[in-house]
């Protein structure tokens, strides 16, 4: 028997019809807590350094001298040319940008290997627009509780109006996002008019429009999903952690059992948790604070962990997940959990760190209560009492993880491409100059025997003035030089501009040049104003073996 | 569905597929996914009623718009040459030796050229205008012109052509073939004067008795020192360029049976501005000639 089910995205709510699973399945709101803490407090660091840099780079103008843009970092698409303060990258320097493409993609390996998903928790723009969208919601909608009634509330006139003014705002955020961006793009304060006015270039408007739409949706709506179905670097990001990576992680020996047991300290437990062994397997060798060896016990009198299963962490989290399950594709390692949890030791008097950037191979050789589906990663478990390497065990400190051979690997071949950059900055010639021999036909005969080879030579001006260039010709034998058009063998070209000239080399035909297949031949060109020069080897093409 | 297998971690079904134990989970697709894919169905619809989308048997459905990409091209050669008019205008007025004084007009005037090379000319005289010369299509860089090298010259052989029979202003060039007139001796003396004539290898003593012949039977179009005549087309015979070759054998299979070059008219077919245009062009591509009061 076929059995065909047809399900609709709007019977996915509803009860299935059969056992058989849905097909689809809608998002699961998330209404992320607000949090206090230092990983908080520096990603609103992050947050207004990253969104100031690129509201306010557009607007830093900065002086060229006449015929150039004073505008500091512009990507001028009609010129083809490309500014960035004292830099300005011409069409054919593009190897520029893509070794600053090739740094950018190291430097992510580079903070992959060493910090985990750093660029996601902190830095990746979806992170830091959703981050402020949060923000804007939670004032607008007040904390999780409030939001989660307003969220199943039905829509009445105060929802509406809650609704209504968050999106309004952040509407105002996507416009000034995809506003922002246009100006990398043209001269900011002319633009600013024009967009005002109504006279700016349709692309301008429709740029705006797409990037507005684009911001509002991903940054309010779409969020963490962005994250899980659409961007391929979770799933990368696999492959570039190691155990010694460090990550936002639980620590779960320390934490399990877990349980909501009687926070009261017994001065017995404690003693005889010391005794056992017992603190040391969850805090390490080097915890001998008698404060920190205090353990809980649950009702019936059983040790529990640290962990009070209060939540904290997953009511922050913004990508919905638990983070004591372990290592998960959706977390973005933004370390609110984090922040989250020491609050909650504080208040409960055990020492920081439940949840922390850990290692995963920073765990104690056997733990106690250790189990293999709590702990995918974890060494072997017994329910035994700690073994004496778990008590010796100490956790590798921060650096050991972020200077490793790895990193240190990445840190060079990141650093030798940015030296190798400015240094080709440095040493790029001020006169461009290119040949090329015209090879249709390589070269041509005249009437009184003598071989002509044609050339193209392009010569860039990258000053704001027109400059004259004096093209001169050196070769073994006898050749001449002739410019079409320029019988003073000078040429001038328009301040930021590229010429192209044709240059006819003739061999008369009893010289060498002409008999010979090829000859070498030199192009010097001369800046008769600041006296520069610069120059291009090619070949002449003769009669050669008839 | 009674064989569902469902994973003991996640509690989610799988598709029943197994790599080396790995097994892929089933899980549901996000709803908002769905209704992007419905939203490109109904995108599609109105895509298909507002443009061209189903074949037929001649052509295909049209759309509401009416648009095409046939229109497209249409349009933007029409407001290229709207935005050319007045350039064009200006090289159908121009003095054509006073051309290359008015930079902006010539430089317009040489790349409108360059192209109109490329689609009608480069045929026979090759994309680089170098000429083929087993074929006899002269080479269009060098100095040596049959007709003529100053720019007058040019616009006249493009507009009329050479040696066709539409346009009774085209250029006319005429060889009798020898064979028969002359013996194969006496055309293999004429061929070794001809190539005494730019001191190419020669036998001095047949070149001797072929000079009289020469003088009897060429000279009165090709010229008593082979320098040829414009007027008639008759190549110089006395520098390095041979369009047919310059070697005993193809000089002696010229006197023969001459191979005449034919050149159509372009006159009407290109109008007066791609005329000038494209002579612009060849007259600049190395070899153009000055008139010679200059």
Not at chain 1, 324 to 346: F, H, K, P, S, W
Not at chain 2, 143 to 167: K, M, P, Q
Not at chain 2, 212 to 241: E, M, Q
Request: net charge negative.
């Amino acid at each position: 028997m076929i059995d065909i089910k047809v399900s609709f995205p709007w019977t996915c709510e509803t009860a299935p019809m059969s056992d058989a699973p849905p097909l689809f399945a809608a998002r699961e709101p998330i209404f992320p807590r607000r949090v206090r803490g230092t990983f908080r407090t520096l990603k609103w660091a992050i947050l207004i350094v990253t969104l100031g840099i690129y509201y306010i780079t557009p607007w830093i103008r900065w002086d060229r001298g006449p015929n150039l843009p004073d505008q500091a970092v512009l990507v001028d698409l009609a010129g083809r040319r490309f500014y960035f303060f004292w830099i300005e990258i011409w069409p054919h320097e593009f190897y520029f940008v893509a070794g600053l493409l090739i740094m950018a993609g190291l430097g992510l390996f580079l903070f992959t290997s060493a910090l985990g998903r750093v660029w996601c928790g902190y830095a990746c723009p979806q992170t830091v627009w959703s981050d402020l969208f949060y923000a804007v919601e939670r004032w607008i909608e007040g904390d999780r509780n409030a939001r989660i009634r307003l969220h199943d509330a039905t829509w009445d006139a105060r929802k509406w109006r809650l609704r209504l003014t968050k999106w309004a705002a952040w509407l105002a955020i996507a416009v000034a996002t995809g506003g922002a961006w246009v100006f990398y793009f043209a001269d900011a304060p002319t633009l600013l008019v024009d967009l005002i006015t109504l006279n700016a270039p349709f692309v301008a408007y429709a740029t705006i429009g797409v990037l507005t739409a684009t911001t509002f949706v991903l940054g309010g709506f779409m969020r963490e999903q962005v994250c899980i179905y659409m961007c391929p670097w979770p799933r990368i990001q696999g492959a570039m952690m190691d155990p010694g990576t460090l990550t936002v992680g639980y620590r779960d020996w320390r934490g399990e059992p877990r349980g909501k047991g009687g926070i009261k300290r017994r001065q017995e437990a404690a003693a005889e948790a010391i005794g056992g062994g017992e603190a040391k397997a969850r805090y390490g060798a080097a915890v001998e604070d008698k404060d920190h060896a205090a353990g809980r016990t649950a009702r019936d009198g059983s040790i529990l962990g640290d962990c009070i299963d209060c939540n904290a962490c997953v009511a922050v989290c913004p990508m919905g997940i638990d983070i004591r399950e372990g290592q998960q594709m959706e977390c973005i390692t933004c370390a609110l959990c984090i922040d989250a949890c020491d609050e909650v030791m504080a208040k409960i008097g055990r020492p920081r760190g439940l949840i922390d950037y850990l290692a995963l191979d920073d765990r104690p050789p056997s733990v106690p209560g250790d189990t293999a589906d709590v702990h995918p990663l974890g060494t072997a478990s017994d329910d035994a009492a700690p073994s004496a390497a778990a008590a010796d065990w100490t956790a590798q400190p921060v650096w050991r993880h972020i200077f490793r051979l790895r990193t240190i690997i990445y840190t060079f071949a990141w650093a030798g491409i940015g030296v190798g950059l400015v240094v080709a900055l440095f040493i790029r010639p001020e006169i461009d100059l290119t040949v090329a021999p015209v090879r249709n036909p390589t070269y041509v005969t005249l009437s009184d025997g003598s071989i002509r080879n044609a050339y193209d030579i392009r010569l860039r001006n990258k000053h704001g003035e027109e400059r004259p260039f004096h093209i001169a010709l050196r070769a073994d034998g006898i050749l001449r030089i002739e410019l079409e058009g320029e019988p003073d063998l000078t040429v001038d070209v328009p301040a930021n501009e590229t010429r192209l000239q044709r240059v006819y080399v003739t061999a008369r035909p009893q010289d060498a040049a002409a008999s010979q297949e090829r000859s070498d031949l030199r192009f010097w060109v001369e800046d008769l104003v600041s006296g520069e020069r610069a120059y291009q080897d090619t070949i002449f093409n003769g009669r050669g073996q008839e | 569905m009674a064989d569902r297998k469902i994973d003991p971690e996640t509690g989610t079904e799988t598709t029943g597929h197994d790599w080396d134990g790995i097994e892929e989970l089933n899980t549901p697709l996000p709803r908002w996914w769905l209704w992007t894919f419905y939203g490109t169905i109904v995108w599609g619809v109105i895509y298909v009623i507002l443009f061209p989308a189903w074949p037929l048997v001649n052509g295909a459905t049209s759309g509401i718009l009416g648009w095409s990409t046939r229109g497209d091209v249409a349009a933007e050669t029409e407001r290229v040459a709207l935005s050319n008019a007045d350039m064009n205008d200006s090289l159908v007025a121009v003095d054509l030796a006073a051309l290359e004084e008015n930079e902006d007009l010539h430089r317009f005037a040489v790349q409108a050229g360059a192209s109109v090379f490329r689609t009608y000319c480069s045929q026979c005289h090759g994309a680089g205008a170098a000429g083929v010369q087993a074929s006899g299509y002269p080479n269009l860089l060098d100095d040596d012109w049959l007709w003529g090298g100053t720019i007058e010259d040019i616009v006249y052989t493009v507009r009329h052509g050479i040696r066709n029979e539409d346009d009774p202003d085209a250029r006319w060039s005429e060889m009798p073939a020898f064979d028969g007139i002359l013996s194969d001796e006496e055309i293999t003396a004429v061929t070794h004067h001809v190539r005494s004539l730019s001191d190419l290898e020669h036998d001095a003593e047949a070149a001797a008795f072929g000079s009289d012949l020469y003088l009897d039977n060429c000279a009165s179009c090709h010229g008593d020192n082979g320098l040829g005549d414009r007027f008639v087309g008759a190549p110089n015979l006395a520098d390095a360029i041979w369009l047919r070759g310059g070697s005993q054998e193809a000089i002696e299979a010229q006197l023969r049976a001459p191979r005449h070059g034919v050149m159509p008219p372009w006159g009407e077919r290109l109008g007066e501005a791609e005329v000038r245009a494209v002579s612009a062009y060849v007259h600049g591509l190395g070899g153009g000639e000055r008139p010679a009061s200059e």
